[in-house]
């Protein structure tokens, strides 16, 4: 996925260390060559290369996050779609750089939202539509996830495993004290906590724009798209965190509240009882914060 994993956790002393680091890096590799867009053999790429209408056969896993890609895209009124690969590809957050023609067709695009889009049986998939899909809004959750249940697997039940930020913490420390980890304040210069959560049995991830942009005439545009204009969001929080009882889920519906904003986001929170923090920029570009649910009120 371009980035690092980690897993911390507390076992006695005849465990096989280097054993569940091989499981653990097959684990990661395993979500990466199912759902990555920079590997041209992946089983996304193959079924972004599909004809319309064509069934295609996927891996378990691969189907496992259509689907929660697809329920929250239809919950959250397609704020987030893992239909935007054609976007993201466009605007340079892909493999390649940006391109002007494009980012011109991405915008002028006539779109169906993947969760109406695509069409799933147990095992098989097919587009409805013309779409590319793009999963970088929920598979590296998903990975978080899939590291935790490998730990599970070696009958380890207490760690905090991570990918790029997003964390999931298992039962508790050694010391029965919660794990605790940091949000981070949204500042591109250095990293800094805005505030510490103490989380047990849950997973958390933020989706921000002061870590990956581009710059269009002097803006800096993040890498999140807005499925209404095919492009960068325009206005947005400077960062959204959310805790959920999974690392994917958290991760989809974080650039979901991104994209809603604080208003519309978090009454959509505050309805599908999520717990998630909005951190906004106000006018000297201090960042203040934004509650919604019992971890944050």
Not at 184 to 196: F, K, L
Not at 223 to 232: E, I, K
Not at 277 to 283: I, K, W
Request: with cysteine.
């Amino acid at each position: 996925m371009g980035t690092r994993w980690s897993a911390l956790f507390f076992a006695g002393p005849d465990v096989d260390k280097e054993a569940i680091r091989g499981a653990l890096q097959a684990a990661v590799e395993e979500v990466d060559g199912q759902m990555s867009t920079w590997n041209a053999g992946s089983d996304l790429m193959r079924l972004n290369a599909a004809p319309v209408g064509e069934w295609v056969a996927v891996p378990a896993q691969l189907a496992a996050v259509l689907r929660l890609g697809i329920e929250i895209g239809r919950a959250s009124g397609g704020a987030f779609d893992i239909g935007m690969g054609d976007a993201v590809t466009a605007w340079g957050f892909g493999p390649g750089d940006a391109a002007p023609d494009g980012i011109r067709a991405a915008m002028t695009a006539s779109r169906r939202p993947a969760h109406e889009a695509l069409e799933m049986d147990d095992a098989r998939v097919r587009k409805a539509a013309a779409l590319k899909l793009d999963l970088n809004g929920i598979a590296k959750g998903y990975g978080v996830d899939r590291l935790a249940e490998t730990l599970r697997d070696h009958g380890i039940s207490d760690g905090l495993v991570g990918i790029d930020g997003e964390m999931r913490a298992m039962g508790l420390r050694p010391d029965g004290e919660a794990w605790t980890i940091a949000v981070e304040a949204p500042d591109a210069e250095r990293r800094t906590p805005h505030s510490i959560l103490a989380l047990q049995d849950a997973a958390v991830a933020t989706s921000g724009d002061y870590r990956h942009w581009v710059e269009v005439q002097g803006r800096r545009l993040s890498h999140t798209m807005d499925p209404r204009r095919g492009a960068p969001l325009i206005a947005s929080p400077a960062s959204v965190t959310v805790v959920a009882r999974t690392c994917a889920e958290a991760d989809a519906w974080a650039t979901a509240l991104m994209v809603l904003g604080p208003d519309k986001g978090a009454t959509l929170a505050r309805r599908s009882g999520l717990d998630a923090l909005f951190l906004l920029r106000d006018h000297n570009g201090d960042a203040r914060s934004l509650g919604v649910g019992q971890l944050f009120s």
